[in-house]
């Protein structure tokens, strides 16, 4: 079971120096997410929505500002906050059920333990008849399930997904949009997902974040009240409904008036 954990983000700003030159992808973002929120993070290409995802997984460090899990300072990567890529980058030798159990496994989880967590995850993901398969024998959005199920039984209290489903067909992608919605209604954990779907943010969040051409700052911040572990839609309803239509037209105005910065 998840712990309650939530993220501050602390006037955070982000710089990349190369030679030379100098990029500022991220500037002075401060927001907090609560333990549970599924965030779901748009924005015109190039704004910094992976900059943020990589300082949040611990994979670099702010140039200014700081983050916080739990009031502890993020440094680097740790098992609290897994990470979803676009590239679902599973090992081709070792077979689905093996994949999974990788994390635990060089934890040091017993294999009874780490062979019933990853069947939980493979059933709860679709994949429980295919374990035994290795990627190259699974399609593109079977693989991407694939990884969910590696990173959830890896039980991180924070996922955070770096447009998982940008690479899908759409049908595919439906289908794990609704199944990512059933896992953590099932799980409680926190989702950070980015996406460049005004659509998909709308219908996964249960609150959406627009940020502004780089450098990235927070132009909207809403909740949507559609994605509710209480009372599930049907999607093919949900996304018909007049107040899911007005919130998707709000997200897509903020991205497209979001206003250029004089420092980029
Ligand atoms: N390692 C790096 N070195 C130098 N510049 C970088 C690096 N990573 C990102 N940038 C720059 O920082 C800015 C933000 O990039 P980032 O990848 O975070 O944007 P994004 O919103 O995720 O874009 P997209 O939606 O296209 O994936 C861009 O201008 C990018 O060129």
Same mark, same amino acid.
């Given at each position: 079971?998840?712990?309650?954990?939530?993220?501050?983000?602390?006037?955070?700003?982000?710089?990349?120096?190369?030679?030379?030159?100098?990029?500022?992808?991220?500037?002075?973002?401060?927001?907090?997410?609560?333990?549970?929120?599924?965030?779901?993070?748009?924005?015109?290409?190039?704004?910094?929505?992976?900059?943020?995802?990589?300082?949040?997984?611990?994979?670099?460090?702010?140039?200014?500002?700081?983050?916080?899990?739990?009031?502890?300072?993020?440094?680097?990567?740790?098992?609290?906050?897994?990470?979803?890529?676009?590239?679902?980058?599973?090992?081709?030798?070792?077979?689905?059920?093996?994949?999974?159990?990788?994390?635990?496994?060089?934890?040091?989880?017993?294999?009874?333990?780490?062979?019933?967590?990853?069947?939980?995850?493979? @059933?709860? $993901?679709?994949? %429980?008849? !295919?374990?035994?398969? #290795?990627?190259?024998?699974? +399609?593109?959005?079977?693989?991407?399930?694939?990884?969910?199920?590696?990173?959830?039984?890896?039980?991180?209290?924070?996922?955070?997904?770096?447009?998982?489903?940008?690479?899908?067909?759409?049908?595919?992608?439906?289908?794990?949009?609704?199944?990512?919605?059933?896992?953590?209604?099932?799980?409680?954990?926190?989702?950070?997902?980015?996406? @460049?779907? $005004?659509?998909? %943010?709308? !219908?996964?969040?249960? #609150?959406?974040?627009?940020? +502004?051409?780089?450098?990235?700052?927070?132009?909207?911040?809403?909740?949507?009240?559609?994605?509710?572990?209480?009372?599930?839609?049907?999607?093919?309803?949900?996304?018909?409904?007049?107040?899911?239509?007005?919130?998707?037209?709000?997200?897509?105005?903020?991205?497209?008036?979001?206003?250029?910065?004089?420092?980029?």
């Amino acid at each position: 079971m998840s712990h309650e954990r939530t993220v501050e983000i602390d006037a955070v700003s982000h710089d990349f120096r190369m030679k030379g030159d100098h990029v500022q992808a991220l500037s002075n973002i401060s927001f907090d997410i609560e333990p549970g929120q599924f965030l779901c993070l748009a924005g015109p290409s190039g704004c910094g929505k992976t900059t943020l995802l990589r300082l949040l997984a611990g994979f670099m460090t702010p140039t200014e500002g700081m983050i916080r899990v739990d009031g502890v300072p993020v440094t680097k990567p740790a098992a609290d906050r897994g990470v979803v890529f676009q590239q679902p980058n599973l090992f081709p030798w070792l077979t689905v059920q093996e994949n999974v159990e990788l994390g635990p496994k060089l934890r040091g989880v017993k294999a009874s333990q780490r062979k019933a967590d990853a069947e939980r995850f493979l @059933h709860m $993901v679709g994949l %429980a008849d !295919f374990a035994a398969r #290795r990627p190259y024998e699974l +399609s593109g959005g079977m693989q991407q399930r694939c990884q969910i199920a590696r990173v959830l039984t890896n039980d991180p209290d924070i996922v955070l997904m770096d447009e998982p489903f940008g690479a899908l067909d759409a049908l595919t992608r439906e289908h794990l949009q609704n199944e990512l919605l059933e896992i953590w209604r099932a799980t409680g954990k926190t989702i950070v997902f980015i996406t @460049h779907s $005004v659509d998909e %943010a709308v !219908f996964l969040g249960s #609150r959406v974040m627009v940020m +502004s051409p780089r450098p990235g700052r927070i132009v909207l911040d809403r909740a949507a009240v559609f994605s509710r572990p209480d009372e599930p839609i049907a999607p093919e309803r949900l996304r018909a409904l007049p107040e899911f239509l007005a919130v998707a037209d709000e997200v897509r105005t903020a991205i497209h008036t979001a206003p250029l910065s004089r420092a980029s």
